[in-house]
């Protein structure tokens, strides 16, 4: 194509144009929800891509990149577009190399499904519990941050990597589920008020479970707390025979979890409200492990208080600490989150930075109306350039877990501040 069309407006006048003109049938039709900048590579490099529908939507973004920038109310257009499943490799390399993202859209079941995420994205229903984000258990937290230790967190994030892969379609995935449901359950198997669970996943050829620990409330245990990161990992090949090791996405987020379990359990906390750790499965292709998890929510008489999403912790992309992602999240929550880390952890820096795009299992629960909250390793533009090759390793996110053990330390005291509280 000889006209340029990285200028201003042109790419999506050319969609308009091109939806006027014509729309040629698909080869093999997908549909994708697809924020404003991915989008204009889209309308490039696939011109015959199909706009559904557009909204705008409600972000709460820094009011600059980086460091202590206050939080700015912001809009972003999101895009439901049907393409040609044959023009997502070129899209998604054009968002690598441009906007230094992966992926940068959600790809979507039916055309219905993509619309009704627009609707969802819009229109973000206000949280059924309002939490209350005082900060009053500094008796407790203090007593257990001091047990975190960062070489039980490298001992999980090694047996994670261990598998050839963990990849939701793949035996090694099924078997990584496995083993991670046998570790929580022999670190609960004193305990009767803890429960572990695999939850099985509809999909094609969708093998790996999800993987539950809960630690019951004592006074008010349908009010949950979740606590959560992906358990599967990706590399592109055969699902069977590839090297997906992912020590930082996300073996580094399941082993910070287990962490926290480790200590709440050695220090025999009993939460008021229930707690719940989940390794979400399939979430690499698409969130798919706790989009399912959130929709059976659906009938259970259980209500969500607050959900953190731990998704690559153990690379250190800068000086700054902890990254608070502030779209597809809650905003009040990811203050309570701050004042956590000032708190507890007044050593660190926090900055904040957008994905843009529902790039964790986090969207999935921001999406349904629950309060979320993505703190991140790094800036976007910062982040560990191995993940979803066979080189994310433990070598390459520089051989140790003291990183990751600040965000085990963020999540502790995100699971005891709120799962204290209660009637
Ligand atoms: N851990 C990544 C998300 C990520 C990468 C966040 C880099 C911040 C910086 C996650 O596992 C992932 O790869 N997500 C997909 C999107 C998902 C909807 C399939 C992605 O980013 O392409
Ligand atoms: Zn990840």
Known sequence: MSISLHSGLRPLALAAFTLLACTPALAAPTWITIGERAHALLVRSAPQARELSVRSVDVNMPAARGKRAALVKGSEKVYAMEVDDADLPVLTDAVHDELRRCGGFIQHASAAEALATLTRLQATPEPTIAPSYVIDNQAAVNAMLPQMQASNILATIQSLSDFQNRRHTSSHGAAASNWLATKWAAMGEARRDVRVTQIAHTGTNFQQKSVMMEILGTGNGREVIVLGGHLDSIVSGNVETVRAPGADDDASGVASMTEVIRVLLASNYQPKRTLRFIAYAGEEAGLLGSKQIVANLGNERTKVVGVMQLDMTAYQGSAT??????????????????????????????????????????????????????????SFATDNRNIHTVNDTIANFGGTANHALKFSKLGLAFVVELGSDGP
Do not use: K, M, R
């Open 321 to 378: 600490d902890l990254w608070i992602y502030t779209d597809y999240t809650n905003a009040a929550q990811n203050t309570f989150v701050a004042n956590l880390a000032a708190t507890y952890l007044p050593e660190l820096s926090v900055g904040y930075d957008v994905c843009g795009y529902g790039c964790s299992d986090h969207a999935s629960w921001h999406a349904a109306g629950y309060p979320a909250s993505f703190p991140f390793e790094a």
